[in-house]
């Protein structure tokens, strides 16, 4: 590729080989630049063909309403969060998230906070990605010397989880959210109880739920043969209210998501009802 014109120290447009232009990213590859010398590819973070669309004018208005400080600082961001989470951000991904981190800090600026829903249950259920943006968030308050609220990291957490082929989507993520509190819930009211959210065994619970939830989604139940009878017997009756409490959640997912649950799904949930229910913790 060869170096057209720099927009900013890291932004730069340049020309392939086909005549194509890009707008490319990267720490200070306009530094220094003429027009017509070469653009080493190692030298490229992000690249976006330069042609008429709306996802290019999208592109165009979130890079170039940022400062050069900020995409900087977020590109660094976004390559520690890369390395936490297992997975490089696709573009499209990526300018959603800085396009985010611009508006956040904004809002921060003149004092606007927005309650992050489900805060709790997103922190359990995905702890790399939470790990990843409790991690940016911090390394942006120190780079940049700002304050970004608590409820940043759920919004950043789920920015994470959506940047991953072949996993829950944003809108699975909500789904699940949805129906583990709806399930916790259940499980509170049934006991009378307030569950405690800080135990082993709730926090256990709810990574249970989450690939229990999974696996129905994906119509990939428990089959019914990989228990033992006797063994199931012997829960069923040690374990009889929170058995009872299990078929209760089975019959309202069966009613609420229509998915019908094998005995063996029941038999799991009520272990995990009898661990979270009971007074001792591991």
């Known amino acids: 590729m060869n170096y ?46 330069a042609e008429p669309s709306q996802d290019f004018s999208y592109i165009v208005q979130t890079i170039f309403s940022m400062d050069a400080e900020l995409i900087e600082a977020v590109n660094e961001m976004i390559h520690e969060a890369e390395l936490v989470i297992g997975v490089k951000l696709k573009d499209k991904n990526y300018i959603t998230l800085l396009d985010h981190i611009n508006f956040a800090l904004k809002r921060t600026s003149e004092g606007i906070e927005y ?30 010397g700002i304050n970004l609220p608590k409820s940043e990291e759920t919004f950043i957490t789920m920015h994470y989880v959506n940047a991953q082929d072949g996993k829950e989507k944003l809108e699975q993520s909500d789904r699940i959210n949805m129906i583990v509190r709806m399930i916790m819930t259940f499980v509170s009211d049934e006991y009378q109880i307030e569950l405690d959210e800080e135990s082993t065994n709730y926090i256990r619970f709810v990574t249970h739920l989450r690939y229990f939830i999974i696996r129905q989604i994906n119509n990939e139940s428990l089959k019914d043969s990989s228990l033992d009878r006797d063994l199931m017997m012997i829960i069923k009756e040690k374990y009889r209210r929170a058995y009872e409490v299990a078929l209760g959640v089975s019959e309202k997912v069966r009613r609420e998501e229509d998915w019908e649950i094998t005995s063996n799904e029941v038999l799991y949930l009520t272990i995990h009802i009898w661990r979270v229910t009971s007074v001792d913790d591991e």
Do not use: C, H
């Open 4 to 49: 057209l014109k720099k927009f900013n120290n890291n932004v730069a447009m340049v020309i392939d080989n086909e005549e194509k232009e890009w707008i490319v990213i990267g720490k200070g590859i306009s530094f220094g630049k003429r027009p017509g010398d070469k653009i080493v590819t190692s030298e490229i973070e992000r690249r976006f063909l």
């Open 115 to 144: 309650s992050a829903p489900l805060k709790w249950e997103t922190k359990r259920l995905y702890p790399k990605e939470y790990q990843a943006a409790v991690q940016s968030i911090g390394y942006l308050n120190q780079r940049l």
